[in-house]
């Protein structure tokens, strides 16, 4: 399994970004995908993820309300739209894929390489 992320960039507070994950290879239907964030001097954080099997979602509570998180399946790709973004937003995002009970261990079982969300307030 492979994953390519892409979209990150520099915006403003309160403006929004795409971000998007290309994944190829073969998926477990159990598996979650979806997003890490690890900002400078702290920990990695499980921000978004989407089931394979049924499409059900996850967010964490500090972006619940602004983020939201889709599937295309005719693509093989997975979306975050980050919308009210805040200076605090900024890390770099991780894509990543694996079962739920390793996702919610804050690990995953196949990682892309992240890109950099940069929100200047």
């Known amino acids: 399994v492979q994953l390519q992320a892409f979209g990150g960039g520099l915006v403003l507070a309160g403006d929004s970004l795409r971000l998007s994950c290309e994944v190829s290879?073969?998926?477990?239907?159990?598996?979650?995908i979806g997003w890490f964030r690890q900002a400078p001097g702290k920990e990695r954080e499980g921000v978004s993820f989407?089931?394979?099997?049924?499409?059900?979602?996850y967010y964490a509570d500090s972006v619940k309300g602004r983020f939201t998180i889709s599937r295309d399946a005719t693509k093989n790709t997975v979306y975050l739209q980050m919308n009210s973004l805040k200076a605090e937003d900024t890390a770099i995002y991780y894509c990543?894929?694996?079962?739920?009970?390793?996702?919610?261990?804050?690990?995953?079982?196949?990682w892309g390489q992240g890109t950099q969300v940069t929100v200047s307030s």
């Open positions: 990543a894929t694996g079962p739920l009970s390793t996702i919610v261990a804050g690990t995953a079982d196949y």
């Open positions: 290879g073969f998926t477990l239907d159990y598996y979650v």
């Open positions: 989407i089931s394979v099997s049924d499409g059900g979602s």
